[in-house]
């Protein structure tokens, strides 16, 4: 499997190379003309939703905007696209421990972490923020979960990629789609796992702690001029844009690269991690993708995944901004890309539970010969 990977990498790596040319020109020229989808007819799509998201261990006026996961479900409610939500469940110190280090997760729950540690991160501890992290986690546990039976499934909260296995970072205390990526693998026996991560910034933590694990790719499209965080790591393929990108460069980027990253890892489950600071009036991000741009990212996401038949588990990532109302519009794009593209993935996993029969009858006739 590492022969693979490597190979896998080398392919990808020249590719970039031969298309980093082509990829400046467009960021270069900067328009923000958006290719909208074609209209789907929508279906219920699972929802992750638990009521501890209401649950604020945060002072008042924090930059870090906790509120939105709430407010966001209220939004799907009112829209009628939270008709297929469920609950979370919190999970063990057993299921954190596949992606940390099981003396740093000891110590966050149990309150000895040190202050060092909660600077670097960047929040104040209390019992109340331990209730919140672990549901949080637990969303992204349930969402792969969901995900692998239903196609697709979205998150109302998650991706804290800025945790690290052994230290949090950024507000981001336990790497939720680690732990959610680790815990497929263990609990449904899921091969190759791709994590698409399309926060305005790097996803560190994911980075470092797949180092080392051929059965995990990450793919980064961030921005190459934040100062955050501060040292970037490698990722299995980085794609950093210049600041300011607008749409149409920044979807040339992901539409040249989704499919040909998705034929050579050939995964069988996709972790997206779909931060909404790529936009234009983000307080921290310093890209420039207008609401449409990130609607038909997006889309294009679902659209690549549902293409070659492979499972997509959604965060919602990053988004920065006083008025919060303005995030959870941003973030309400990925559940209705979601809810779209729900009759492709329906069939997808149709196909998979055909094939899946086909091979039970096979084997069990097999067995039947003398």
């Avoid at 407010?71 to 999970?91: I, V």
């Avoid at 680690?178 to 263990?186: D, P, T």
């Avoid at 051929?214 to 844009?241: E, K, R």
Wanted: with cysteine; hydrophobic share 40%.
């Amino acid at each position: 499997m590492l022969a693979r990977r490597l190979q896998m990498l080398s392919k990808l790596r020249c590719y970039s190379k031969s298309r980093s040319r082509c990829w400046s020109h467009a960021v270069a020229a900067n328009t923000t003309q958006s290719t909208s989808a074609a209209a789907k007819q929508a279906r219920p799509h699972p929802v992750v939703y638990h009521p501890d998201f209401q649950i604020q261990p945060i002072p008042d006026g924090h930059r870090f905007p906790m509120p939105k996961d709430h407010l966001l479900y209220l939004a799907l409610q009112a829209e009628g696209l939270a008709q297929l939500t469920f609950t979370p469940t919190y999970p063990d110190a057993a299921t954190l421990c596949l992606a940390h280090d099981a003396q740093y997760v000891e110590s966050f729950l149990n309150g000895s972490i040190s202050q060092q540690q909660m600077r670097r991160i960047g929040l104040p501890w209390s019992q109340q923020l331990v209730q919140r992290t672990l549901i949080g986690t637990g969303s992204a546990v349930l969402a792969a979960r969901l995900a692998l039976q239903y196609g697709v499934a979205c998150m109302c909260n998650g991706g804290t990629h800025h945790a690290h296995r052994d230290h949090g970072s950024g507000w981001c205390i336990f790497n939720d789609l680690a732990v959610a990526c680790k815990a497929a693998q263990r609990d449904a026996g899921v091969g190759q796992v791709l994590m698409i991560d399309l926060d305005v910034h790097q996803g560190d933590g994911s980075a470092t702690i797949f180092a080392d694990d051929p059965t995990v790719f990450t793919f980064n499209v961030h921005c190459g001029q934040q100062s955050f965080p501060a040292v970037v790591q490698q990722s299995d393929w980085d794609i950093p844009l210049p600041a300011g990108t607008g749409d149409a460069a920044y979807l040339q980027v992901l539409q040249e690269a989704l499919p040909v990253l998705l034929q050579q890892v050939q995964p069988e489950l996709v972790l997206y991690n779909a931060g909404v600071d790529v936009h234009k009036d983000d307080a921290l991000g310093k890209l420039a993708l207008s609401d449409e741009g990130i609607a038909s990212r997006d889309g294009a996401v679902f659209s690549a995944c549902a293409e070659f038949g492979v499972p997509v588990a959604c965060a919602l990532g990053g988004g920065y901004q006083e008025d919060h109302s303005h995030i959870v519009r941003r973030h309400m794009h990925m559940h209705r890309a979601a809810a779209e593209h729900m009759p492709a993935f329906a069939r997808v996993m149709d196909a998979k539970r055909m094939a899946a029969a086909a091979r039970r009858r096979q084997g069990s006739s097999q067995k039947q010969q003398p």
